[in-house]
């Protein structure tokens, strides 16, 4: 049995953090984000010393070394949330982080990425070659949507990302982007099969998926879709080149062509921030949480009077809202112009919401492999 209070002394011998330990002051295990923070340190060490044993100590001070303890430590609870990672590895979400690059802004003007959204993307890709070779990705899907099927220039780009981190990229169809959209929901689906219509509005596109007799495995023939070159990042630029009255008639004309939507009441399952923050706001929550936004279904009057409420608030006020901020009050605008336009064609009784999108989607694709 190992002396654990001389193993401590050992290690704290050497100040300086190897490949054989590392310190943490503390571990915050009683949220997601803080137990996959934690298998993230202890797969970093076994990746830099794969053959002999590794060691983290908590309660350590990195800065001075000194041993500032835990009230309670339970070895225990670390060795379940290890064993339970090890058991389900190929279905455990470890990492996950966002940067918004809004590539698809200004595209309606030149068509191309500019030199420096370019320098964006390549910068945020040699951060996740990085993470990936932390964590030994071999297997891997990246994928690209309505931006760089738009840019001219996106070719040039893939080939880029490719040669300055090794990391291929894939630009998938509209009705691939429909798909996994649908995948990601399909557990709403499974509870609450009255859901007919999933809607995504993205960043250069909005998505509308008519499910039909679906299976699991979700194919491209078991529903019907459209896609619209709008989104929260274009919008305000294809109403400034072609005109609101412009933007209101595409909409009209795409979605009064798309079967069964001019039933007499039909639920949608919203898969988009614009939803979300919507629920979010409509439920007063002091910040942003997926659990409390994540499946609630709201009747389109909660949904009418809440776009109307944002309308109303001053630049301010959603720049200072805990649920909007500074980078998404214009973004939510533009959401809100978009899902009022659907709201006036498609009869719509009630929206689930739903935090999920492509990344779920892929993700239960990768679960019945």
Known sequence: MINKRLLIKSLLAHNDENSFY?????????HREGKAKFLKHICALSNSNPKNNSYIVVGVD?????????????DAKLQNLINAYLENETKRDILRFSKVLNLAKNLTYNNEFTDEKISSVIKLFKIFAKKMKEFNVSNYRCVATHAFREAINAPMLIERIYKDTGIKVEIISTKEEARLCLKSN???????????????????STELVLMKSLTNNCNIEDFEFISLPLGVINLSERIE??????VNSLLLKTI????????????VIGSCGTVTSICAIHNNLKYYDKKKVDGVVMEIGDIKKNCQRIKKMTKKEKINHPC?????QELLDNGIIILESIIKIINIQNILVSDRGLIEGMIEDYKVL
Do not use: C
């Open 62 to 74: 990195d800065s001075d070394n000194s041993i500032r303890g835990v009230d309670f430590f339970d």
């Open 241 to 246: 080149v072609f005109g609101l009255d412009h």
């Open 256 to 267: 009064s062509n798309f079967k069964n939507t001019n039933k007499k009441k039909i639920n």
């Open 186 to 204: 399909m557990v709403f689906r499974k509870k609450k099969n009255d859901f007919d219509l999933v809607l995504d509005i993205g960043g250069g």
């Open 22 to 30: 590392d310190k943490k002051r503390q571990l915050n295990l009683s």
């Open 324 to 328: 909007i901020g500074k980078y998404r």
